[in-house]
């Protein structure tokens, strides 16, 4: 059962840039289609997501062209490089996985099984 820990979260201002990591134990990160979701009320919003391969990619319209998710599967990483950050960045940020055995992309939470536990991102001056 893979287990991932998300780490690079804190404070920043607004306009500046972070970014978060999510590692991957107990299986390899090649082998499943990953994302990225936050919460900063009572529900938790998409934010990005990688399918397996590294090769495809989708983000939420709020994000699109600021963040940039990717894979490092030499170090069973995956990555959220947030650029521009608004402080409507501001919450608690989670990457979740699937394994999955073909290129699908991703998108809802109710599709993934496994989920870290989460690291905040606050933006503020």
């Known amino acids: 059962q893979v287990q991932l820990v998300e780490s690079g979260g804190g404070l920043v201002e607004p306009g500046g840039s972070l970014r978060l990591s999510c590692a991957a134990s107990?299986?390899?990160?090649?082998?499943?289609?990953m994302a990225w979701f936050r919460q900063a009320g009572k529900d938790r919003e998409f934010v990005a997501t990688i399918?397996?391969?590294?090769?495809?990619?989708h983000y939420a319209d709020s994000v699109k062209g600021r963040f940039t998710i990717s894979k490092d599967n030499a170090k069973n990483t995956v990555y959220l490089q947030m650029e521009s950050l608004k402080a409507e960045d501001t919450a608690v940020y989670f990457c979740a996985g699937r394994r999955v055995a073909s290129n699908v992309l991703l998108k809802t939470g109710h599709q993934f099984d496994y989920w870290g536990q989460g690291t905040q991102v606050t933006v503020s001056s």
């Open positions: 399918n397996r391969s590294g090769g495809n990619t």
């Open positions: 107990g299986g390899s990160v090649s082998s499943y289609a």
